[in-house]
């Protein structure tokens, strides 16, 4: 499959409907994704990504039904990760000397990642190189994601081939962003933006300003994942400007995990208790071993404040709330507050363990926490309610 989008673009990627994991495990794709590669004809022939390994062969039989191979003059790899680059080795094996346009960093990536020495040419923002009508500019964009990322643009059609800035993992075949379901086109986006991008919000900034500044028309933005944003382009960039600075609804979530159910009464009693405190805010519960926690991740990183709670076990806390903290860690929620809840039967460590997680992560812990004995019932509940009331007070 193959859709042309311009007189001299066409999309050559593939989309993967039954996608559910992507990273190995880390993060989950309910709505499958796409690896999005862009053919270009001028006078010279360029092709921009490939897709993941699994479907190289695929990828390079349609790319020949559109082009003959040896009539492309060169590749863009814009990113060296393996949904990117996967097939490269594939279509290599057919061109192996036309030249690959990356970063220096994206020749590490692919020679460690291929151990293939291929004919690379280092680029470097501001690097621009005339395909007949039209020239493509590259600008590097290191840590969004990965540090050998980088941008290209085409002017003339006044395209954004913006590798994983502005995607989302989202199977469609309707490929625009104005085609598709558009809270399911922003749920992906804010997931996306939330689980990968959130700490790196600081470069996120800068390198949107920097963009603006060489005020370049912007007319499409063609991402490595899901949609290709031609109604407005510029909406997502702005959503992105919003998500990167300390981004938060009037929204509280609470994460919890429990052994025997006492902590989940815990969280319920704290909720009615936020509820009844501030009739305004959003209050969402999560028992984390049973959630997605990439879809949890999300809803923090719309809080404007969250609370953690766990049974004590071993002197320490339930093993999904402790893995669940080290990814909150890694992305490094900013201007957020916090406190944390628990239940004990002997010696009683959760709490203590949850501030020194939620310190750790960069929260501003407002209450010493609330830990309660055995599985909590009349007065125990109460306390857990007002709890609830003090903390919506705090955080209001």
């Known amino acids: 499959m193959s859709v042309k989008i311009t ?3 066409t999309w050559v990627g593939k989309v993967d409907w039954e996608l559910r994991k992507f990273h190995g495990e880390e993060y989950s794709t309910h709505r499958g994704s796409s690896y999005n590669s862009y053919l270009i004809k001028d006078k010279k022939i360029v092709l921009i ?3 993941w390994e699994p479907f190289a062969d695929e990828f390079v039989n349609n790319l020949a039904e559109e ?7 060169f590749i863009v790899a814009n990113h060296g990760e393996i949904d990117h680059s996967g097939a490269l080795p594939k279509l290599m094996e057919y061109i192996p000397d036309k030249p690959i346009y990356c970063t220096a960093n994206a020749v590490k990536s692919l020679r460690g990642q291929y151990h293939k020495d291929w004919n690379f040419k280092v680029v470097k923002t501001g690097d621009t190189v005339n395909i007949g009508s039209k020239n493509l500019i590259f600008i590097e964009a290191p840590m969004l994601h990965w540090p050998d990322s980088m941008f290209t643009y085409m002017d003339g059609e006044n395209i954004l081939f913006s590798n994983d800035a502005f995607g989302q993992h989202y199977a469609t075949e309707l490929l625009y962003n104005d085609l598709v379901d558009q809270s399911e086109l922003f749920q992906e986006a804010i997931k996306y933006y939330a689980n990968i991008l959130t700490p790196f919000s600081k470069l996120v900034v800068r390198k949107i300003e920097e963009f603006k500044s060489l005020n370049l028309p912007l007319d499409m933005i063609c991402t490595s994942h899901g949609v290709v944003w031609r109604k407005n382009p510029m909406q997502i960039v702005e959503k992105y400007l919003q998500w990167a600075n300390d981004y ?6 609470i994460i919890y995990d429990t052994m025997w159910g006492g902590t989940r009464k815990m969280a319920e009693a704290i909720a009615r208790g936020i509820s009844e405190e501030d009739k305004s805010v959003v209050v969402k519960l999560f028992n984390i071993a049973r959630s997605d926690v990439n879809d949890v991740i999300t809803e923090v990183f719309k809080s404007k404040a969250i609370l953690i709670g ?15 903290m080290e990814l909150v860690k890694g992305l490094g929620f900013k201007n957020k507050k916090a406190s944390q809840f628990g239940t004990y039967g002997w010696s009683g460590e959760s709490t203590k363990v949850l501030k020194a997680y939620l310190e750790a992560s960069g929260f501003e812990v407002v209450h010493e926490g609330i830990l309660k004995l055995w599985s909590p019932e009349g007065k125990d509940l109460a306390d857990c309610k007002e709890f609830g009331r003090d903390f919506a007070a705090k955080v209001k």
């Open 248 to 253: 938060h609804e009037n929204q509280i979530t």
């Open 49 to 51: 990504d490939t897709v």
């Open 67 to 73: 082009v003959p191979l040896e009539n492309i003059d």
């Open 7 to 9: 007189e001299s673009v």
């Open 310 to 324: 766990s049974a004590t076990i071993n002197r320490g806390v339930l093993g999904a709330i402790a893995g669940f």
